[in-house]
Structure formats: C-alpha cells, structure tokens
Antibody, heavy 119, light 113 residues
Framework: EVQLVESGGGLVKPGGSLRLSCTAS????????MNWVRQAPGKGLEWAGR??????????DYAAPVKGRFTISRDDSKNTLYLQMNSLKTDDTAVYYC??????????WGQGTLVTVSS | DIVMTQSPDSLAVSLGERATINCKSS????????????LAWYQQKPGQPPKLVIY???IRRSGVPDRFSGSGSATDFTLTISSLQAEDVAVYYC?????????FGQGTRLEIK
C-alpha cells in the first residue's frame, strides 16, 4: 500500500523559515514525480510545486506565489521529499500535502501538515 | 495552465436522490497514447485530507461505494452519486493531472436538502 507521511509543520513568524518532509513507502520513490499541494483554511486546493524524478532530470517547478521563496528537493536514499519554505507570509498559512501519481493512474496523498504563519 | 471549472458551487439533494457535479477543463486532458483521461475526483470532509474517489475519470478507487461514478472525456466530466447518503455530505473537487501544473476545480459543496 502506498503511504505518504508529511511532517515538520508548526507555528512560525512572518519572515521565518520552515522545512517540511514527506516520507514515502509502497512506491519506487526514485521514479516518482512528487508534488506539494496546499490548502489555506476554508479555501480550495492549490498546487505549490513539483519535482521530477532524477531520471527525468530532477527539475522543479513552482507556483507563482511561492517562486523564489520555496525550494523542493528530494533524497531518494531516504524516500523523502522536502519543502524548504523561506520568507514566509501570513498567506502561506495552510495545510501542506505531498502527492504523487502512482503506476495504476491513481493519485496518492498524505494526511497533510499544518503550517501557521502568525506573529 | 489548464483551468478547471466546477458547477454548481453548491448543491442540496434529498437523501436517496441523485447528485450530479460537473467539471469542465479549458483544454483536453485525454492522453492519446493510452486513451485515458487524467482527471480525478476527491471528497473532502471538514478537518480531513481530500479522499480520492475516482481516477482516470471513471475508475472508482478500491473501497469507494458503487453509488459513486465518474464519466466524461476530453474536457467535460461528471461525478454522479446515484443515491445520496448522509455520509456523502462533503466538498467535492475535480483535478487534472494531465499536465503540470496540476490544477483543481474550485470545489462543490454537497448538502442534504
């Protein structure tokens, strides 16, 4: 069974930094393209960024609101995805989910980790 | 980016009646090489992560009741709940994963009439 588990959320002041992690099991993580999706309180789902597998170049793409402040990386030896968030703003307050499309075409999500940016 | 538009924004249906939610994409999400539509439907209840209900537009995830069905192709899709149950009250989202960035509909709130 595919499982994604996020961690690292918490309360941070505006301008601060936080690093989220997502540990995967049940998939060949090194082949997976991984996404971060976020959901602000009471709002819809918003894609934040994606990293390709290393065999597909390992490149990253980001949504406009986070570009230049967030960095996605991966450690395939640990089956772990990261989201480094810098210069955090109150608008970044959200539950952050990691997601991936698995081999049968289904989409797997973690349970999410809450990031609160507040003074 | 592909824009996903759901209709209606909210829906109230009587218990046991049919609920229908529509999703339209600004571009086709049908992948010609495998003839699959890269379209998913999610159910989200308060305080919970989105739960995958349908993927590839019409494939029910294992464990999802068969009252849920997905249909459509290319740019127009529908999620149907054939006989609404109380536990189906939730917000439903469609998602395209045909191209990056993945994008989502705005959500449809389903309530009991």
């Amino acid at each position: 069974e595919v499982q994604l588990v996020e961690s690292g959320g918490g309360l941070v002041k505006p301008g601060g930094s936080l690093r989220l992690s997502c540990t995967a099991s049940g998939i060949t993580f090194s082949n997976a393209w991984m996404n971060w999706v976020r959901q602000a309180p009471g709002k819809g789902l918003e894609w934040a960024g994606r990293i390709k597998s290393k065999s597909d170049g390992g490149t990253t793409d980001y949504a406009a609101p986070v570009k230049g402040r967030f960095t996605i990386s991966r450690d395939d030896s640990k089956n772990t995805l990261y989201l480094q968030m810098n210069s955090l703003k109150t608008d970044d307050t959200a539950v952050y989910y990691c997601t991936t499309v698995v081999s049968n075409g289904s989409v797997c999500w973690g349970q999410g980790t809450l990031v609160t940016v507040s003074s | 980016d592909i824009v996903m538009t759901q209709s209606p924004d909210s829906l109230a249906v009587s218990l046991g009646e049919r609920a229908t939610i529509n999703c339209k994409s600004s571009q086709s999400v049908l992948y010609s090489s495998n003839n699959m539509n890269y379209l998913a439907w999610y159910q989200q209840k308060p305080g919970q992560p989105p739960k995958l209900v349908i993927y590839w537009a019409s494939i029910r995830r294992s464990g999802v009741p068969d009252r849920f069905s997905g249909s459509g192709s290319a740019t127009d899709f529908t999620l149907t709940i054939s006989s609404l149950q109380a536990e189906d009250v939730a917000v439903y989202y469609c998602q395209q994963y045909y191209s990056s960035p993945t994008t989502f509909g705005q959500g449809t709130r389903l309530e009991i009439k």
